[in-house]
């Protein structure tokens, strides 16, 4: 593997310092690697020393600073403090680490950057390195960036339905929620349309989806885009897909709590095939009292068991004694190991947030989807698995902005056991299998993984 590595070249990726942005930047590594690259990634110093992460045999880790080494992103203050200081600090480590490679046997050549980083080409081109973004959100995503970068999409937009190439008619909700509503996350806002400023000059553009699943937007968007787009997804462990690259069963850099799965693997051994309920919003979403009342409640009456992701700090907006009284039907955790949860076959639909690394996992293992979406991408990837790929339902939300308890329980019926239930079944299966395929050898992504390597890595 050495002699091929120095042969075929070093890529330096460079992720978002968040857990939905190292999940699948280290993944792809790792498909890099198994073509005969080598791969490295690039996490914060106050990553590095918090949590302690070692190399998994295959891709290496290095370090860089983004100007917090002594403390998380939180500490800045602010989105736009952050993202400044970020810049400074980490286009001078990126230097350094690439000019400290340039006198090892394995030079960097490529440079992989989060599209969130747009000054990281700049690094790239000074040392004469082929780079370009990684895109971790769904192709639909970004090409609704891409126009409002270019002009073409008002914010927020001046009527509905509001029509996007290769989209179906979208009302506002189903638009990111930055876009939708640009007063509430202005820093926020800038920061993905200007993911789109030098692509230009960019030598490639990945993109964290598959030709597949986004075929009309994927080809609108590669008409437009003034650089080659290759839609290298899903970055989900290769044990849950062709099972080809070694050792490869989970993601492996985990910034929040591991603990024991015994509890929840055998919990879930004593439940029939189909019967229970997966609830899970990711590391970030942090639902109002008001909702988490609503959905307990909502996940009481439903009449199915259910598997809760309860983070410690949302623990406190739970209805008292509520674990109590659910201990018959409900398991509530504050950590699930998330891909193995959703490949045992107790599991009968997901309730989630619908953040595009969930929605993806849910995709891979043909499990059907009830989507709550919260915030930034969700409300699109909602609109998406309802919609177009019909492998789920999205909730309602009333006049105040509250999914009741009422809608939560429909929902979950409707889904487990309701006749839409059996063709959204059905459809779930259908993606799973297209989505392995273009994982697999000779499926679109991996023809798109190695035309990257061979026309960028190599040249």
């Known amino acids: 593997m050495d002699e091929r590595a120095e042969k075929r070249g070093h890529v330096l990726v460079v992720p978002y310092p968040s857990q939905g942005h190292i999940n699948p930047t280290l993944q792809f590594s790792r498909r890099l690697v198994s073509k005969g690259v080598k791969a490295t990634l690039a996490i914060t110093n106050y990553i590095f020393k918090t949590f302690k992460p070692t190399s998994d045999g295959h891709v290496g880790l290095a370090t860089i600073s983004d100007g917090y080494d002594e403390g998380s992103f939180a500490s800045a203050g602010s989105v736009d403090t952050y993202l400044d200081r970020m810049e400074a600090a980490g286009s001078q480590t990126l230097g350094d680490l690439i000019e400290a490679y340039a006198v090892t046997p394995h030079p960097i050549t490529c440079l992989i950057y ?61 638009l990111p929620s930055f876009v939708g509503s640009p007063e509430s996350y202005p820093a926020y806002l800038r920061l993905v349309v200007n993911q789109n400023i030098n692509l230009d000059k960019a030598d490639f553009v990945l993109v964290n989806t598959y030709y597949e699943l986004e075929d009309k937007v994927v080809n609108t968007m590669s008409r437009e885009c003034p650089t080659p787009l290759l839609t290298i997804g899903p970055t989900v462990p290769s044990l849950y897909l062709d099972n080809k690259i070694e050792d490869d069963k989970d993601y492996g850099l985990n910034l929040f709590y591991l603990g024991s799965i015994d509890r929840i693997t055998h919990w879930l ?37 259910f598997l809760w992701v309860v983070r410690a700090s949302e623990e406190d907006k739970l209805p008292s004694s509520f674990a109590e009284e659910v201990r018959q039907s409900g398991l509530l955790v504050r950590w699930s190991p998330q891909l193995e949860v959703l490949a045992n076959e107790a599991i009968g639909c997901f309730f989630t947030h619908c953040g595009w690394n969930s929605t993806v996992e849910a995709l891979a293992l043909g499990v059907p989807m009830i989507g709550m979406p919260q915030w930034t991408d969700q409300p699109m990837n909602a609109k998406l698995i309802q919609d177009v790929w019909k492998v789920g339902v999205r909730v309602k ?29 059905e459809n779930a299966k259908r993606w799973r299998d297209l989505t392995n395929n273009a994982y697999s050898q000779g499926g679109s992504s991996d023809r798109m993984i190695t035309e990257f390597v061979s026309k960028v890595v190599e040249s």
């Open 269 to 305: 051994s004593t439940k029939p095939p189909k019967s229970v309920v997966y609830v899970s919003f990711g590391s970030m979403a942090c639902l109002p009292d008001t909702q988490m009342e609503e959905l307990a409640r909502g996940l009481k009456a439903c009449g199915h068991d």
């Open 114 to 174: 989060d599209s969130f980083f747009p000054w990281a080409l700049d690094v790239a081109k000074k040392y004469g390195l082929v780079g370009g973004p990684f895109f971790t959100q769904a192709c639909a995503v970004n090409y609704t960036y891409f126009l409002i970068h270019h002009g073409k999409l008002n914010v927020p937009p001046s009527s509905v339905p509001v029509e996007i190439p290769g989209l179906p008619p979208l009302e506002v909700g189903d």
């Open 397 to 425: 939300v009333d006049k105040d902005g509250l999914v009741t308890r009422e809608e939560i329980e429909d929902r979950i019926k409707e889904v487990m056991v309701g006749e839409r239930g059996e063709e959204i079944r």
